[in-house]
């Protein structure tokens, strides 16, 4: 409902306020007083467990790769393969013809895209020692699991230096807490954060006081119960006590596989448990398109991020983690652009029609299985964000502008909500290099402003220590 004319904001009443005539209110002051102190609990939950979107960067998509078959040059090959695979099918302009992309769009985006895939072509990669990587000898997984944390160390360190293109983020998806994998899992996570504290390098060089890059992340997959949520919240916790590390300095993912995530044994969702379990270490839910696909008993040529079992699930998902803090990120498809001229086109075409798909419904974060995704992930995320950068640019300056009475003067009357809504749009543009602060102040609005808008009280972790593309010098 938009707000009435006559509205304003207030903070919560501690005396009673007076009428417009100066007649007495009706309430005492002992009934507000009465109010404090029985939704004081209630104010302290919301705090706690409702925080909102903190502004930092999220990842347009996470790379996952064989732990075994990344190196620090993984990154860099990968942005190379992608462009190769763009210029043998006629170059970037015509893949983006593939992802229906306008062509009055096109040129600008183009450039853009061809100068990501130089200079971060890969976000957030995971060094896979889960699915990807299989089962194998405990002294294999255990060289793997140390190779991985230099190899971490390294992206670190090339990107404090500028030395080669690094991702953002980086770090490993170990074993399952079942039973069949949790010793292994353990101790795989065990040797990864040991060997990086230890031996990376990082806290020497400089580029971080506890030895942990900024853009760390663990990912727990197949989680099922809040009890395994609770196991690895004491496994970060005798970790930091082990390796130093401040309290609360670990956090990680959780990958939504298993029909027990949405609907658990006592007939609940226990998402909201398993965050309030985690004590604030969750940065992110993550969709597992083809174990939960499986668990569920569809058909493997039916399997894919638009099935109706899926969008249901991911629904769930939205409205658990809606204003925890918590990032969302759908799933993969495992349909790759490698085969011939034909199949890379309907491949490319169908990939970009998904990642589109996702962001429309809020999932701005998704999963890339091969270098020729790379090209038509940030053509569809760049033209996302360009779209209706004009628009959304032309209602915050109205919004930004009028006054009340007197909303009559733009043709939309955006509420705070939406407003916050547009802006958050705007940064997260900005965040993954789509549009540029120079575009923004072109359209008349502040960046700093736009930020404060988006996430209030918190503009300055938008500009995040894993850096905005335009911050450090990937992406203008």
């Known amino acids: 409902m938009t707000r009435p004319a006559h509205a304003v904001h207030a903070s919560p009443a501690t005396t009673a306020p007076r009428g417009a005539a100066g007649d007495a209110p009706v309430l005492s002051e002992g009934f507000l007083h009465r109010a404090d102190l029985l939704l004081a609990g209630t104010d302290a939950d919301l705090t706690r467990f409702y925080p909102g979107d903190t502004g930092a960067r999220q990842p347009v998509h996470t790379c996952y790769v064989p732990a075994d078959l990344v190196t620090e040059d993984t990154p860099a090959q990968w942005g190379a393969a992608a462009l190769a695979a763009a210029e043998q099918a006629g170059g970037l302009a015509a893949l983006a013809g593939f992802a229906g992309i306008d062509d009055d769009a096109a040129p600008d985006l183009v450039e853009r895209v061809a100068r990501k895939l130089r200079t971060e072509p890969v976000e957030d990669l995971r060094l896979d020692l889960e699915d990807g990587y299989g089962e194998r000898p405990d002294v294999e997984e255990d060289a793997a699991a140390v190779q991985a944390a230099r190899t971490v160390a390294a992206f670190a360190r090339n990107r404090a230096t500028g030395a080669a293109p690094a991702p953002a983020f980086a770090g490993i998806r170990f074993k399952c807490f079942e039973a069949a994998t949790r010793a292994r899992g353990l101790r795989t996570l065990d040797l990864f954060l040991t060997t990086l504290v230890r031996e990376g390098g990082l806290a020497e060089a400089g580029i971080s006081a506890d030895g942990l890059p900024d853009g760390l992340v663990l990912t727990l997959p197949k989680v099922s119960t809040v009890e395994q949520v609770r196991v690895m919240v004491e496994a970060c916790a005798a970790f930091e006590d082990a390796l130093g590390l401040p309290a609360g300095r670990l956090r990680f993912e959780i990958q939504m596989e298993t029909p027990p995530m ?113 090209p038509t992930r940030f053509l569809t995320n760049y033209a996302f964000y360009r779209g209706a950068f004009d628009d959304a640019t032309r209602r915050l300056v109205a919004y930004a502008g009028r006054s009340v009475p007197g909303i009559e003067a733009a043709d939309v009357a955006d509420e705070p909500a939406t407003a916050r809504a547009l802006a958050r749009y705007v940064v997260r543009g900005l965040l993954c290099g789509a549009v540029s602060e120079d575009e923004l102040h072109a359209a008349g609005l502040d960046p700093e402003t736009v930020r404060s808008v988006a996430n209030p009280g918190t503009a300055s972790s938008s500009a995040s220590v894993t850096g905005a593309p335009g911050e450090t010098g990937e992406t203008a």
């Open 262 to 374: 949405i609907l658990g044994l006592d007939g609940a969702c226990p998402i909201p448990a398993m965050l309030r379990a985690a004590e604030g270490r969750v940065s992110a839910l993550h969709y597992g398109t083809y174990d939960y696909s499986a668990s569920l008993g569809i058909s493997g040529q039916f399997q894919s991020l638009e099935h109706p079992a899926a969008d249901h699930a991911k629904s769930v998902m939205q409205v658990a983690v809606a204003g925890t803090g918590v990032n969302l990120s759908d799933g993969s498809t495992n349909r790759l652009p490698v085969g011939d001229p034909a199949q890379r086109r309907e491949t490319w075409a169908l990939h970009s029609r998904l990642v589109r798909r996702s962001l429309e419904r809020g999932f701005y974060q998704g999963w890339d299985l091969h270098a020729h995704q790379l």
